[in-house]
């Protein structure tokens, strides 16, 4: 029997973020088209390179994207609603763009106008974001350039035999967001189009394709299972053979049906569904390949090899595996060797690059026995031994502080309407009140002290006085434009969790450790490695400072328990909910002090609550009881008059409203600009009793909004909300924009929100 090595995804953004890089300079203007596709050609090239020299013999092609990959797959149907279509009908890098980004007014090269971005919302329980696709009723659907033929037969010159990577047609429709039709009516036409691409394919050369469902771990509907049946008909007589893949979670009830269907190989993650193993070998036949995704792919710790082969052994010898990640490395950081200065955590951790050569060294204990790489398995062994035993890993002090966590500790002393009440004769908000999600942009100016800062360049006392200019700047500009709750902008923060876990215990820092969100942006996750505390206060001093500079209320600024948790790589030696449970208690001992330093308003986010919500609806209950808890933990300390507000963004909210009702925040702010408010539906439904801040300025595109739509989009909001409910804010942080963008954005919406308490 044969063991091979398969990689389902490579990360895109290059080592040192190089896509990044040729994006932001493409968008600005400073490169050519030309330039941009030729890096992103290097970006490839060099990542074949890599994966093929650390030994996988299947390689991925159309793993790479240039901004998201079912906003590529969207392209490549032809579904691109009518407002980014150009005059000629050509979907060119333009029209890509405008879908990913929006245009800022008038109209550009190929006549866009001025119109926002797709959708945007969480893949799957990931922190990258996907364009959700749109089919509008009497849409035609028609291939447009085929991306992922032009990229298999790019491979192919260089060398490099691929499997090309294809979203699955049921999973895409399934994701999509239909506009007076159901997409399932455009299922043949779907089919028919994804027939004649893999028979494209097959013309090039391309023996497998590797088709992405992972759709198939979530919990089916018929309609859904009908439509797979019929897609895996179809599409299994198109030409190259098919390997189905899954990833995310177990199959579950799904495996037979999956295991049945008419495909040459069958994916299956391992890592979060161990479980599965033994029925799968059971359900499916000899004549099936299974790829056994055994390494994961979403977090950084190295794998136990040794038990890996202990499983394996047996099934190795009775029919060919492929071993590879659980899913895409795209969630994991490239390479664990730039990083110098993560001490002891290193010996502990695998990034992608790590991955793959994990998955050689199994492969060949497989094929050539254990003997063969006896030093290498030892030396993990012993990595693992200490990691088990590492007084930095444990902390009985924090055990002892969990351990003794009360019923009380989990309640506010009144009601949501008490302290309502409490919480405007202290604060004295007008109709509609005006506030921000918290930063303001992080100019080059700030990125540029702050690695100065970090490179010793530039003394504590001179960077002090440097943020101290800019908080000040920021509160005075705040009270020119006429916001009516303030915020001190967020100038000394790297990043809304890594700035957290920097001063609390337990956690460690990547340099180079960026995994992407979407398009350009990328993030560094923390690693949580040990027992969490707080050793000392982490915002109170920047909160008085601000604070100090105006009359108007500061709302003090934190991240929440469940958000730092989900965005960071987490410790899998315990369950997650005892972390969260750890970091809470943390967060709680900033908020009580918070309030004793004068903040009347407490803002702690929660972006990621939906994100950690599992995938199977049997299983949600048990997350949401901790996760709700552990925000209840956090932010239950403090007096009637105090007000906690809490953020969420790009995520649907609607089927777990009663928790987030049970979170008890006073404020909520969430993100529907670019939904046209359709997420207050529900809220409306369930009767939220608190204040409800939806966005009404999307801060995920260039795109500079005026009064009007404003207006039109709280007045939209008033639809379905009590006009004393509404907040007006952006939609989220404004680091990431440009000043030049954000004061005429953020003036329009204190105007907006004049207008209409005129007219009340």
């Known amino acids: 029997m044969t063991i091979t090595v398969a990689t389902l995804g490579f990360p895109r953004i290059g080592p040192r973020r190089e896509l990044k890089h040729a994006l932001e300079a493409y968008w600005a203007g400073k490169t050519s088209e030309a330039e941009l596709l030729d890096a992103a050609s290097g970006l490839r090239t060099a990542g074949w390179a890599r994966q093929k ?55 550009d090269a190929c006549g866009h106008g001025s119109v926002t971005a797709c959708e945007m919302t969480k893949w799957f329980d990931t922190n990258y974001h996907y364009l959700v696709p749109e089919l509008a009723a009497g849409q035609k659907l028609a291939l447009n350039r085929l991306k992922v033929v032009d990229e298999y037969r790019e491979a192919r010159a260089q060398g490099y035999e691929t499997r090309p990577v294809l979203l699955g047609p049921v999973t895409w429709l399934s994701l999509a967001k239909g506009r007076g039709v159901d997409p399932f009516e455009m299922l043949d036409e779907v089919l028919g189009l994804y027939a004649a691409i893999l028979g494209q394919l097959a013309h090039a050369g391309a023996e497998w394709v590797q088709i992405d469902e992972p759709l198939l771990v979530l919990d089916l509907d018929e309609k859904q299972r009908r439509a797979l049946t019929r897609a895996y008909a179809r599409l299994s007589r198109s030409g190259p053979k098919l390997m189905l893949t899954t990833y995310f979670g177990g199959l579950g009830d799904n495996l037979s049906f999956a295991a049945s269907l008419p495909v040459a190989g069958l994916h299956v993650d391992l890592v979060r569904a161990p479980e599965q193993l033994d029925p799968l070998l059971k359900a499916a036949p000899k004549s099936l390949l299974l790829s056994l995704g055994v390494i994961d792919g979403r977090n950084v ?16 010898a009775t029919r060919d595996l492929v071993l590879a990640p659980s899913c895409s490395l795209l ?25 793959v050569e994990e998955l050689a060294l199994l492969k060949c204990a497989l094929n050539e026995g254990r003997d063969s790489v006896a030093g290498e398995l030892a030396k993990a062994s012993q990595a693992a031994a200490n990691r088990k035993t590492s007084p930095r890993v444990h902390n009985p002090a924090v055990r002892d502080r969990v351990a003794g966590v009360s019923d009380a500790m989990y309640q506010r002393a009144a009601d949501i309407a008490v302290r309502g009440a409490a919480q ?54 705040q009270e020119e434009v006429g916001l009516d709750m303030l915020v001190h902008g967020e100038f000394e923060r790297n990043d809304m969790v890594q700035y957290f876990g920097e001063q609390l215990s337990g956690f460690a820092f990547t340099v180079n450790g960026w995994v992407q969100s979407y398009g350009s942006r990328c993030v560094r996750p923390p690693i949580l490695y040990g027992d969490v505390s707080r050793p000392a206060p982490m915002t109170v001093e920047w909160w008085r400072y601000a604070q100090s500079l105006t009359t108007r209320p500061v709302k003090g600024m934190l991240t929440g328990p469940v958000t730092i948790l989900n965005w960071s790589f987490v410790r899998d030696d315990q369950p997650r909910a005892d972390s969260c449970k750890q970091i809470a208690l943390a967060i709680r001992d900033e908020v009580i002090d918070l309030e004793a330093a004068g903040c009347k308003a407490i803002q702690i986010d929660e972006a990621a609550l939906r994100e950690g919500l599992p995938l199977r609806q049997r299983d949600w209950q048990t997350y949401l009881d901790w996760a709700v808890g552990s925000f209840r933990l956090s932010a239950a300390g403090v007096g009637d008059a105090t007000q906690i507000h809490t953020h969420m963004c790009y995520s649907e909210f609607n089927d777990i409203l009663p928790s987030i009702g049970a979170m008890d925040a006073d404020v909520i702010s969430i993100e529907t600009a670019r939904s046209q408010m359709e997420l207050l539906e529900g809220f409306a439904a369930y009767r939220y009793p608190g204040a409800i801040g939806p966005g009404v300025y999307d801060i995920h595109a260039p795109r500079v909004p005026g009064e009007e739509e404003m207006v039109a989009l709280i007045r939209l909001a008033q639809q379905h909300l009590r006009p004393e409910q509404l907040w007006v804010n952006p939609d989220c942080g ?8 954000v004061k005429p954005a953020i003036e329009a919406m204190v105007a907006a929100a004049r207008t209409l308490r005129v007219s009340a």
Request: aromatic share 10%.
């Open 331 to 355: 969630h994991v950081p490239m390479d664990l060797a730039l990083e110098k200065k993560l001490g002891d955590v290193a010996q502990w951790l695998a990034f992608a690059v790590q991955k």
């Open 424 to 477: 405007a004769a202290v604060l004295g908000m007008p109709a509609f009140p005006t506030t921000t999600i918290g930063s303001f942009p992080q100019t080059s100016e700030v990125r540029n002290a702050r690695a100065r800062f970090n490179r010793g360049e530039l003394d504590a006392a001179a960077y002090d006085t440097f943020l101290r200019e800019e908080t000040e700047r920021t509160i005075r500009w």
């Open 53 to 107: 020299a650390l030994g996988a013999d299947w390689l991925p092609s159309n793993d790479f994207s240039l901004y998201d990959h079912v906003l590529d797959t969207s392209v490549m149907l032809g579904a691109i609603p009518e407002r980014y279509r150009s005059a000629d009908g050509e979907a060119d890098l333009a029209t890509y763009f405008a879908m990913a980004r929006g245009t800022t007014g008038g109209h």
């Open 734 to 741: 404004l680091k990431t924009r440009k000043w030049a963008e």
């Open 301 to 316: 710790w190295r794998a136990d090899l040794e038990a890996l082969l202990d499983r394996l052994e047996a099934i190795a």
